[in-house]
Structure formats: C-alpha cells, structure tokens
C-alpha cells in the first residue's frame, strides 16, 4: 500500500492516523505524497477552511512484465558431487509476495541455470508510479537447492528509471552479488557470474513518460547526512532501549512532499546514511514551478522563496513492547537555507541548513500521529515538560539536494540580433576626396597659422610686461622696434620663405595659366592672387580670434544674423540649459544647434542634443541625433543608453536590443548594462535571456560587495596594525628595560634576546574574548528555549541589498532624467519605500502628466523627511506647471529657506517670475540678488534688472543687466530691457544703440517692445515710439498697443493712418472699457479731421455703451 492510497489531497487541519490508514505508523510505508506546498507547511499562521478528501480520477495504466530467465554458472561442483541445484525468486516492491521457482533448477551441461520466471504488474500511470519506478528495484535473488534446502547465495537488482527516461524496455545480464551465508562450508560464487533479467512494458502500450517530457522533467534527490547535536536525551533513551527510534523528514515541494525516512541514532550523532535514497520525479510543471519559487526576486536583488521542512520521531516497527509520550516534544519544522544554489545557472547541487522549531498545535502538517500499543514509555527524562529538544539544544538539519537537470541552463550571453548596429545607423555618402586645390589651400592656411604662433612668440619675448619702461611705449614705437627686430634676427626672413613654399603650391593650383601673359593680364593675376591670399589670411586670423578652428571656414549661425560663433561649446551649453529652464525651448534648441555646428565630430554634443530633444518630447529628432552621435563614437555609453531608453519607450524593442548589445559589448562591466538588458529582455518576453542578464548582473553586484567587503576589512587591518604599532613600541621598550633588569638581577639573557634575534616582536598574550551578554560560550550546552523565528525567503544581504537598491535608483534617475517616466516608474518598482525613492516616482508622475499621484509622492516623502528641501521645490514645480502661482511661491520659497545653496537654478528663476507676475518686485529684487550669489548667469542678472526696474532703481537696472550682457551679449531680451532703462534715465543715444542690438538679434518679446513704444511716446519721439509699437504688435500684443500706436501716429499729424488703428483696436478689444476708451479716442481723432457725422456715431455708440 502506498502512503496515501488514493487520495490526491489532504486537509490542512485534519492530521491522519494509523486509523485512517494503518501503515502510517510505519516508516517504511511512506511515500511521496501528493500534498501541495500550501497545504504541507505553509506559514504558521491561520489555517485556512479544511478541504474534502477527493479521490483520484481513474487514470491510464500500464502492464509491467518482469522476466528472470536465466543465470550463468554461479559455483564449482567436485566431479563426485550431484548436479547443482537452485532456484530463484523476485519482487518488486515492500508488499510484493515473491515470484519463485516451485522446484529447484538443475544445471546445465555448462552449469548454466533456466528460471523462467515472468510476472505482470498493472500499475496507474502518474507520480506515485514514476516514484516506484526511480526508487524501487526489482530484487532477484538466488537459493542453493543441494541437499533439498534453499539457501541464498546471491543477488542482483534490476533498476528500473530507464523507464522514466522514455524507455519501454530494461534489463538484460546482471552482475551478482555474493551473500553472507552461515553454513559450515559457504559456497563461493564464480568471478563474472550474471544473471538475465527484464522488465518491459506490454506490447503495443506507449512509455510511461515520452521522450519528450522526460527531457523536461526533473529527477531530484534529498539526501540528509546528520542532524546535530542529537539532544542528549534522545542519546542516552536509544542507548537503554537499542535504538527504538527512527526519525523522518518531510521536504515540502511546490505540489508534493519529499520524503527522507530512517534517520537513526549512530556513534552518538544522529544520521540517514543508512537510510535508502530516495529519487523525487518532478514534471516539467513541478520544476517550473520549483524554479519560480526559489528563483530571487527584485530582478535577482532578493533572495527567493523557501522550502519547508517538517521532522518527527517514532518508535521502530519492532518495539511494539513501547510508546513514545514525547511524540509532539520531537515535532519540529523549520525552513530550508541554502536554496538559492539551485537557481544559479547551470547548477545541480546545493546543501541546506535549517535550524529546527518546535510544531504548534493547530499548525499545517504531514507528520502522523502515532497510537501505540506498547505498555511501558520509553526511557527518557525531558529537562522540562513541553520542552522541544531540538530547539532547546538548537539542532540543525544539514540537506543535500541534488537534481538531474539544471532549473536554469548554464548562462551564455544574450544571442546576436539578426541586425547589427551599422545597419540601423544612418548612411551618409563617403567624404569626398581633398583636391589639389583644397590641399594647397589647407597648407597656406597651417602656415599662415604657424607664423602668428611664431610672431606671438617673439612680441611676447620682446614686450613682456606694461609694467616698467615698456608702459610708455606706444603703439606705433613697439610696431617699428618689432619690425627691426624681426629684420635685424633673421626671422623675417625665415617667416617669408616658410610662407613662399605654399603660395608657390596656390599660384599653380590655382593660377596655374602663367605664361604668355599681357602686362594687363599679369597685372590682374596678382591683383586676384593678393586678394586670394589676403581672404585666406583673414579666414586664418578670425578663426584664432574667436576660438574655432582655423584650418576650417567660420561656422555660419543657425538662425538669422547673429553669429553664436564666437561662444564656446561650454557657454553654449550652458545657455541652452538655462533657456530650457526658462521654457524658451526654441532658443535653447537654437544653441544646441549651434554647438553641432560647431563641433560636428564631438558624439557628446550629438547626445546632448538627442538628450534635450527626448526630454522636450521631440523623440524623432532625438532619434537622428543619438544615432548621428554613434556614426561619431559607437561605443559611447550615454548615447547608448538614451538611445535604447528612447527606443523601449516607442516599443521598437529588436532595434534597442541591437543598441543594448552593443552598449554590453563595450560596457560589460556595468551593473546599469546588465540592468536595462534585463528589462528589455522582461519587456520583450524573453524569459531564457532575462535570466541570464539578471544572473550577471546580480554576479557584477555580488563582486562589487566582496571587493568593498575586502577593501574594508584592508583599511580596518591597517588601521589595527598602525595602533597596535604605536602600543607595541611603549610595550617593547617597557620590555627592553625588563630584560636589562632582569640580566643585571642574574637572569638568563639568552631566552631574552631570542625573539628579537629571529626577527619577532615582543607581544603581550591575547587575553581570552569574554562571551557578550545573552552570548552562549564557546563549547558549552545552548540553555535557552526559545524559538527561531522563521522566514518565509532566504535571508538578505544588508551590503548586496543596499548597493542593488543603488544601482536600481541610479538607473532611475538616468530614465527620468532622459523624461522616460513610464520606465522609471517600472524600475521604481523595485526600490523599497525611501525618500530618494518616492521623490523619483514623483518625478515620473510628473513627466506623466499624473498630478495627484506626483503630489501624494511628494507628501510620503516630505512625511519620511521634513527636513528635506526637495519635496518643497517638487510640490513647487508641480504648482508652477498648473499655474498656482502663489502655492508655488510658498513652496518654493520654503526650499529656499531650508538649503538655498543646495536649490536647482528652476527654483531661483520660477519663484523670480511668479513675483514678477504677482507684482511682488521687492520680493524679486531680494530673490535674485540671492541667485546672483549663488547661481550667477545670464537669466539671474536680468531677472535682478528687471526687478530694480520696477522698483524705480534704474542705475542698478543698468548695472544688473551689464552683468547679464556679459554672460549673453546676444541676448535679445537682456538689450530689449537694457534700451528700456536709458530710456529711463534719459540717455537716448545708447538707448537707440541696445534697442538696435536686441532687434539684430530678433527681439519677439511684444511686451517688452509695447512697453519701450510706449517709452518713446512719453518722451515725444513719436516716430521711434510707433516703430516699437508696431513690432510689437508683428509679435502678438494686445489691442491696447494699436490704440497707443494710433496716439503716436495722432501725434505725428497722420489722423488717417490713426483712425485706422483706433477702427483696429476697437474691433480686436471686446471689452465695454477698451471699446469706450478706444471710442474716445475716435472721436477725438475724427474731431481733429472735421469728420462731424463720424464724430455723431462713435458718439452715439459710446453712450450706447455707457447705459
């Protein structure tokens, strides 16, 4: 009988006992059962509702035949001597009756034996089936007949998991095994004696298990080799009753129980090695589910789930004279450590700890209770009743846990995309080949080039300083006496004929018709070659003076006419960042266009455009740009990462992977590579290459850990030796002046002068380590008896688990920095709850246009931390955007007020501009005076002039905005304000001049320029004010500006061209006060042009008005 006899299932709460079914009591019955790993031993905490017992649906069977039919020779027999006589028998299985010869055999001529033994056995095809099958042999055994008694003189077993393994057939010739035997004179069995045995299925039946499936399947075998320290009253009661107990352990898989039976008291351990083996066949099913139980968690950053493991203690079979009253005192469960070996890739094998609590009552479990016969206890004394010896004396069970195929296969890196990086970027026509003519001009220019590097050189020589004589040297003197200088050295002279070989090479690229020659035309060729020359000297010396570079034509703006040439790569980046903060997104983008002008060939300023273009949700020109950067540098890993970053976010996931591989072929070494593989691989569905990416990332992580784990331990041993230094040399010289006392006292110097003599130094003996409070001393009996607690996964890493959760906000940051919320907020997934954490998963929301999830982030993490600063300028931000302008001043003024220093320059220049709009301009003056100290730039400084401007303090306005002039002289809105200010303070002239600076530089800003209109009309420079007016009127302005435009063009005597403007204002202002303003006005005007009639309708529609 097997152990559960046709139930599939058991209740949780309804214990079996041999009344349910007697072999129970048994250890030899048990058998795997098929209990799921809920139902085993899930949590100890409450048991849910107790299930119906439900029989097994009928399945498939299969007939087993066995076949014993022959034997060799298996003895000698004297020549006086009868024939041999023998017989055989088999079974399969404990409960088997044997399958035997009624008679005995005779021997052959040759001594070979004819059994002829067949029997069939009908089996139900499923997991207790395929169990038997890997664990239960066929026995054979073979009895010597002679002199008509039947003694066993040898064995064989038949193994029978071929048939597991897609197998209809087994078997053929075995090896036999001699056997102890106690007659007088043994038999000895011949060397190489077999005997035939098979077992197959019937024909025409299929396997048991397909070929197919036993390829998936998964055979694992638990092995225990001790449980130590056995409880010392379990050792001494086995030692007075003979060994009475039997231990047996329960392993709870996911759907079934492994059982290890037999565990007895040997040699005052206690051991399984004499217990059977036993072999677990687990299903493709089982084994998937094995695999995601154990597997970690958090992409492999956390350890996975655990095993459960159950033990119990019964009386042998054979002291039925016995009972065991301490049955639930050696009811223990605990969880298995150690598991994680079997997710590693490739791996097999793995040995398991688990230190042992005590059963509660009421509590999961697959453990019998046994109901004894015996009359007497046995004989045993527990320190305390209810007392679990195996925690008391904190017994731990070691397991060995083998299987016959890896869960995971063995890693190999992710598979090469059918497409490779050069196919996906974009192809440009081959450059096109220097001609003679370019080459000659390139080489004048490098000479030319030389030459004012030589020139500089000896001016710099000659005229050090302007301290001294040389500060009242003129011009005109240092010119002459650096020409004498260079004719009087022989520098000139050299100077000239470096230049002569390469305006040799121009004259015949591109003069080269030079004979023959009119005194006309030969004067027109040196009048078009000094000109050449003349223009490239020029192209040279233009470059030197604006920093780009000089072998190359000067770059040309972007847009209209103002050259950003002459601003450096880091200047300009740093105004687009500062424009992209200001939300003038189409100047920013100006100057990253700029900086690609002017460095082509530089890969970070394509990617910090492609950057800019993803975070302004321009995804196709980030596109270009990224894969433009890569033409440049293939390997470069920002590129690379925003790149497949932009390209998981639209879902083209084969063009990322090809990226990403890239991106691990230059990078491997990086933790965020493995990372952003992992996910990708997770998005595309790929389990096989997720596993393997998360598997070196986790190995990356583990090998950071133990190099800081080593680095430190380094540093705290170096620290050591340093004081132990400093110790050891007062301690050595105490011990010098011992040693002289001692040698004058008559002591023996040799025994003292010995360490120093082989190099030792002088040490004071360790003073034993004292156990600390609630430690038990080394070597002593563990006294507590309280329980473990129990986990319900494998224990956490405190160093791996902080560096993963690093790396995973990291990674989240580079995500929400590139504006792809929806993967960070993925990756978030995987941080536990902090500050850092929840303010990063408001960012995303952010990004995601979610207000309400972004604010309830923001309000977590300013609860975690009220200290922290960052959760005011977020709220902040989040206020700006839905403009409520004063939630935003408040929050953002309360970042400020908490770490100033620490605030982003958004903070500074978005409160600047909510007090503007509030018309709050003292509170904007000492705002961006504070900025300028912290955050100097172009933006700070205007924002200071605009502020003293409003305040009425135009002298420091002016002094602001020069300081905002020197940080972007080719800011239009920095000229605009600074022509408003004089105007103010009455310096016309330079007005005109800032005003002609802002418009060179297309100055748009219509209320800047209604305001200056406005400006000019009050002072009466009435032509000048209608200029003003009507751009700003070209970029957008209010009615009221066409109405001031009337009143200059009134002002000027145009009353026609006036009342069109009025008629224009009336008709674009639907306000009843603007309308009656502009009527006004009309009236007026018309008034002023004898226009009566008109003069009576604007009237009567005034009044209309007015009622």
């Not at 071929?162 to 007659?183: D, H, I, M, R, T």
């Not at 036993?278 to 492999?300: C, I, S």
């Not at 390209?647 to 990086?670: C, I, P, R, W």
């Not at 011990?735 to 002289?740: L, N, T």
Request: charged content about 25%.
């Amino acid at each position: 009988l097997r152990l559960l006899a046709g139930l599939t299932k058991v209740s949780r709460t309804h214990r079996l006992t041999p009344t349910d079914c007697p072999q129970l009591l048994y250890p030899d019955c048990f058998s795997a059962a098929v209990v799921s790993n809920k139902q085993n031993m899930g949590d100890e905490g409450e048991a849910p509702p107790a299930e119906e017992e439900v029989a097994a649906p009928p399945g498939e069977t299969r007939t087993l035949t066995v076949s014993l039919t022959t034997a060799t020779k298996l003895f000698e027999v004297g020549e006086e001597a009868d024939p041999a006589a023998t017989s055989a028998s088999f079974t399969f299985g404990a409960e088997d009756e044997a399958t035997e010869n009624p008679e005995p055999v005779q021997a052959d001529a040759e001594g070979n034996f004819t059994y002829n033994l067949t029997k069939e056995y009908t089996k139900t095809v499923g997991i207790d089936f395929l169990t038997e099958l890997l664990n239960v042999p066929v026995c054979v055994t073979l009895y010597n007949c002679a002199g008509g008694g039947k003694v066993p003189i040898c064995s064989a077993t038949l193994d029978l998991s071929s048939f597991v393994y897609g197998e209809v057939s087994c078997g053929g010739e075995l090896p036999l095994q001699e056997l102890p035997q106690e007659a007088a004179e043994p038999i000895t069995l011949v060397p190489d004696a077999k005997v035939t045995v098979t077992a197959s299925l019937a024909e025409g039946e299929a396997p048991v298990v397909t070929k197919e499936e036993s390829e998936k399947a998964c055979i694992m075998t638990v092995r225990i080799p001790e449980a130590v320290p056995c409880p010392p009253e379990m050792l001494a009661a086995s030692k007075a009753a003979e060994g009475p107990f039997l231990v047996n352990t329960g392993i709870a898989l996911v759907g079934r129980t492994a059982w290890c039976k037999g565990g007895t008291v040997v040699d005052d351990m206690l051991s399984w090695e004499a217990a059977p083996v036993e072999r677990f066949y687990m299903t493709e099913k089982d084994a998937e589910d094995l695999k995601h139980l154990l597997r970690p968690v958090n992409l492999g950053t956390r350890p996975g789930g655990m095993l459960s493991v159950e033990v119990a203690r019964y009386l042998s079979p054979d002291k039925t004279e016995l009972t065991d009253p301490f049955f639930e005192n050696y009811h223990g469960v605990s969880k298995l450590k150690g598991l994680e070996g079997l997710v590693e890739p490739g791996d097999t094998k793995t040995v398991c700890e688990a230190t042992l609590i005590q059963w509660k009552e009421g509590a999961p479990t697959v453990m019998p209770v046994p109901e004894y016969e015996g009359k007497s206890a046995v004989p045993e004394d527990l320190p305390e009743p209810g007392l679990c010896p195996w925690v008391h004396y904190k017994v731990k069970l070691t397991v060995e846990i083998s299987l016959s195929r890896p869960l995971i296969p063995t890693w190999e890196a992710p598979p090469t995309p059918q497409l490779s990086i050069t196919d996906l970027l974009p192809k440009h026509p081959p450059a096109v080949k220097i001609t003679a003519k370019e080459a000659a001009k390139k080489k004048f220019r490098e000479c030319v080039k030389s030459v004012v590097a030589n020139l500089a050189d000896e001016y710099s020589s000659m005229f050090p300083g302007s301290a001294g004589a040389m500060a009242s040297l003129g011009d005109d003197i240092k010119r002459k006496q650096f020409v004498f200088e260079l004719n009087r050295s022989g520098s000139y002279y050299h100077l000239k004929e470096k230049l002569k070989e390469a305006v040799v090479q121009v004259v015949r690229e591109f003069f080269s018709k030079v004979s023959d020659l009119s005194d006309v035309e030969k004067k027109s060729l040196y009048d078009d070659l000094y000109v050449f020359l003349i223009d490239e000297m020029h192209a040279v010396l233009r470059g030197l003076y604006t920093g780009t570079d000089p072998l190359k034509e000067p770059a040309k703006p972007p847009v209209g006419d103002c050259t950003l040439a002459e601003y450096s790569l880091t200047k300009l980046k740093k105004l687009a960042d500062e424009q992209e903060v200001n939300g003038v997104i189409d100047v920013a983008k100006k100057y990253h266009q700029q900086r690609l002008i002017l460095a082509p060939k530089d890969v970070e300023v394509w990617y910090e455009h492609g950057a800019f273009c993803m975070r302004n949700q321009d995804l196709g020109q980030a596109e270009e740009a990224l894969r433009e950067g890569l033409l440049v540098a293939e390997d470069h890993f920002p590129t690379l990462m925003a790149l497949v970053l932009l390209l998981m976010t639209k879902n083209e996931f084969e063009d990322a992977e090809v990226y990403a591989q890239t991106l691990m072929k230059a990078h491997g070494g990086s933790v965020l590579v493995w990372m952003i593989l992992t996910l990708l691989y997770t998005m595309m569905g790929k389990e096989k290459e997720m596993i393997n990416c998360e598997y070196e990332m986790n190995r990356l992580i583990k090998a950071e850990v133990a190099a800081n784990k080593a680095e430190s331990e380094v540093a705290k041993s170096e620290a050591a030796k340093s004081e132990r230094g400093e110790d050891e040399s007062g301690e050595a010289a105490a011990a010098v002046e011992g040693d002289e006392a001692k040698t004058e006292g008559g002591a023996s110097a040799g025994a003292s002068a010995a360490p120093s003599e082989a190099g030792g130094a002088a040490q004071t003996p360790a003073t034993p380590a004292t156990p600390a409070e609630g430690q038990t001393p080394p070597g002593s009996a563990p006294t507590g008896g309280e329980d473990v607690p129990e986990e319900d996964v494998q224990p956490i890493d405190p160093a791996r688990e902080a560096l993963s959760q690093r790396y995973f906000l990291e990674l989240a940051v580079v995500m929400l920095d590139h504006h792809t919320g929806s993967l960070a907020a993925n990756v978030l997934g995987f941080v536990t709850d902090s500050v850092d954490s929840k303010l990063c998963l408001a960012r995303a929301a952010m990004i995601q246009k979610i207000e309400g999830v972004a604010f309830d982030r923001i309000v977590e993490a300013m609860t975690m931390a009220p200290e922290d600063y960052r959760g005011h300028e977020l709220i902040g931000h989040v206020h700006f955007e839905q403009g409520r302008l004063e939630d935003a001043r408040d929050a953002y003024q309360i970042a400020l007020d908490k770490a100033k220093e620490q605030c982003t320059l958004a903070v500074f220049l978005r409160l600047g501009k909510v007090y503007l709009e509030l018309n709050m301009f003292e509170e904007a003056r000492r705002l961006y005076e504070v900025a300028c100290e912290v955050q100097p730039c172009a933006s700070t400084w205007l924002g200071a002039g605009i502020a003293n401007y409003r305040i009425n303090n135009p002298s420091i306005a002016e002094e602001c905005l020069s300081e905002a002039n020197l940080y972007d002289y080719l800011s239009p809105k920095v000229w605009g304000y600074l022509a408003l200010v004089l105007i103010e303070l009455g310096r016309v002239a330079e007005a005109e001049q800032a005003l002609g600076e802002a418009n060179k530089n297309f100055l748009d800003d219509a209320s800047i320029l209604a305001e200056i209109g406005r400006k000019y009309y009050v002072k009466g420079m009435y032509r000048q004010a209608e200029g003003n007016l009507r751009l700003a009127l070209k970029y957008g302005a209010e009615p009221a500006t066409r109405c001031m435009l009337g009143d200059a063009r009134a002002a000027q005597k145009d009353l026609v061209g006036a009342k069109e403007e009025y008629l224009a204002a009336l008709e674009a202002d639907s306000s009843v006060e603007g309308q009656q303003s502009v009527l006004k006005q009309l009236i007026d005007v018309c008034a002023q042009g004898n226009e009566s009639s008109e003069v009576a309708q604007y009237t009567a529609k005034l009044n209309a008005l007015s009622t």
